[in-house]
Nanobody, 113 residues
Framework: QVQLVESGGGLVQAGGSLRLSCTAS????????MGWYRQAPGKQRELVAR???????DYSDSVKGRFTISRDNAKNTVYLQMNSLKPEDTAIYYC???????WGQGTQVTVSS
């Protein structure tokens, strides 16, 4: 059974930092393009960051320069380091195995002003 489990969300003040983790079981993330997505209340889910198998990264304009996506294949985990957080970053964050279409359950990030 394949599972992606996100963790690391929480409540933080504007300007603060959080690191999200996405750990997989039943599948090797090293084989996949991995994405972090987020969905704010009343809005569509949007791509935040993506990392390829060769560790090429891409970011949405709204997070570029503040967020960093990385992977640790030995731990079968993908990370999202989020710095200089803003209230508009508040959302549920999901990781996605873009090759096989697996999603995690999401982790809530709330940024207070």
């Amino acid at each position: 059974q394949v599972q992606l489990v996100e963790s690391g969300g929480g409540l933080v003040q504007a300007g603060g930092s959080l690191r999200l983790s996405c750990t997989a079981s039943g599948i090797f993330l090293s084989f996949s393009v991995m994405g972090w997505y987020r969905q704010a209340p009343g809005k569509q889910r949007e791509l935040v960051a993506r990392i390829t198998r060769g560790n090429t990264v891409d970011y949405s304009d709204s997070v570029k320069g503040r967020f960093t996506i990385s992977r640790d294949n030995a731990k079968n985990t993908v990370y999202l380091q989020m710095n200089s957080l803003k209230p508009e970053d508040t959302a549920i964050y999901y990781c996605n195995d873009e090759n096989f279409g697996y999603w995690g359950q999401g982790t809530q990030v709330t940024v207070s002003s």
